[in-house]
């Protein structure tokens, strides 16, 4: 499974939102990883790592991408409203 979080759920922070930020433990049976999601090279190594880990037979893992929210998500969210200027 992939959790691709960019801090952000239409305009609220993922702090403002959620008890626990670190959804990559949120999983009571599935462990999971956090991952760099900015890095792609990163995300490969990763990405292999949970295909050869699931395929040997351990079950499902949940990769938490961590990324950032360049642009809001359609024409009615430009992404401006929530964040500061020196976020941005």
Do not use: Q, W
């Not at 626990?20 to 790592?49: C, N, Q, S, W």
């Not at 961590?66 to 969210?77: F, I, K, N, P, V």
């Amino acid at each position: 499974f992939v959790c691709e979080n960019n801090g952000y759920g239409m305009g609220t922070s993922v702090e403002r939102a959620a008890a626990t930020t670190e959804y990559h433990t949120r999983g009571d049976y599935i462990p999971g990883i956090k991952v760099d999601g900015m890095d792609i090279l990163t995300v490969r190594e990763a990405t292999k790592f949970a295909a050869d880990y699931t395929r040997s037979g351990k079950g499902p893992i949940l990769m938490e991408l961590a990324t950032y929210r360049y642009y809001g998500h359609s024409m009615s969210d430009p992404g401006t409203s929530y964040r500061s200027r020196d976020e941005v």
